[in-house]
């Protein structure tokens, strides 16, 4: 791993007798080696840069933030270097948007994230890869909405992005965020964590996991590789839990080496048409099978896909939907 100097590049002190402002400029990090409380002083504002070339503060392996909420975290870009687990304590600087990582492999990985506020179709990433708007209605798979609140900006330190001797892609981190109030946008069981790969917005979640749809819930994914921001999404009640009753996909995630069975019920017989789709919404698979009344078991070989997400259709020969958007993890 790279030897990180203790020097503060870039960064401001400012003290006008009432509050103090901890600012990082563009291209600068201030190094945190230890624990660091951000509520210990409710007069210090914590910010960075968000141009293009970002100003981090940046933690290294075993250290960490504490203490943070809406009044006490990181109005900008936070920067983690290691292999543990870390909670990204970021926001617009009043709100509090925390942004957790489980552990990645690598002590040389290393990972940064940031809130932007407003419309992503709008509110402009300004970080690369896919730099620019993140249009909302760009989506794919079961995805039919993601929200305007706002988005995570997502980096990651594969080909040295955060730095010389950086790693990791992201591929199979589980993620968790903090969630705005999304009552007015859907019910919890329609929200899904949702992935910018550079022409849509894809689907992490795969199936219910917000533990409500109010201020402060939160919900769950696994992250992919090629994602540069992560968004709150939602499906739409044709796609709700009446289908998993007798729908189920096994196993998956499923391995080089295996088929993925598809087991789903049916009234009557006849032929349906099957449709795989990959995460940016290209159809890899078609093929058509024939289904009796009652339960179904149908393999499909997955061996010549290449590792990532992939979304099932099933339909009758006659249009008629048996069960559409279906996720599973190739790996």
């Not at 951000?38 to 070339?53: A, E, Q």
């Not at 591929?171 to 022409?199: C, H």
């Amino acid at each position: 791993m790279k030897v990180f100097m203790t020097l503060m590049l870039g960064c401001l002190f400012v003290i006008n007798g009432k509050s103090q402002i901890n600012y990082v400029f563009s291209g600068g990090e201030l190094y945190n080696y230890g624990i660091v409380d951000l509520s210990s002083n409710n007069k210090i504002n914590w910010s960075t840069d968000r141009s293009y070339k970002p100003g981090y503060f940046s933690v290294v392996e075993h250290a960490n933030f504490a203490g943070f909420s809406d009044a006490a975290h990181i109005n900008g870009y936070v920067k983690k270097y290691g292999n543990s687990s870390f909670i990204f304590p970021v926001g617009n600087g009043i709100t509090l948007r925390a942004f957790e990582i489980s552990a990645p492999d690598k002590i040389t990985d290393a990972y940064a994230v940031a809130w932007i506020d407003g419309d992503p179709s709008d509110s402009l990433d300004p970080t690369e890869p896919y730099a620019g708007k993140h249009p909302i209605k760009a989506v794919a798979g079961q995805i039919t909405q993601v929200s305007n609140i706002g988005q995570w900006d997502w980096q990651v330190g594969a080909s040295e992005n955060l730095g010389i001797g950086t790693t990791g892609n992201g591929n199979g981190l589980s993620i968790s965020v903090t969630l705005p109030d999304l009552r007015s946008f859907a019910k919890p069981s329609e929200l899904r964590i949702v992935g910018w790969n550079g022409t849509h917005w894809i689907d992490l979640s795969g199936q219910p996991t917000a533990t409500g749809n109010i201020e402060y819930s939160n919900i769950t994914g696994t992250m992919i590789a090629g994602i540069s921001a992560i968004g709150i999404g939602k499906i739409n009640d044709d796609y709700s839990d009446n289908e998993n009753a007798y729908f189920l996909l096994y196993p998956n995630p499923v391995t080089n080496n295996d088929n993925i069975n598809m087991r789903f019920k049916t009234i009557g017989f006849g032929t349906a048409q099957l449709i795989v789709y990959d995460a940016g919404g290209k159809r890899v698979i078609q093929k058509y099978i024939e289904y009796k009344s009652g339960i179904n078991i149908q393999p499909i070989e997955v061996k010549h896909l290449s590792n990532g997400i992939y979304y099932i259709n099933l339909f009758k020969s006659n249009g008629e939907k048996i069960v559409t958007g279906k996720r599973f993890i190739k790996q």
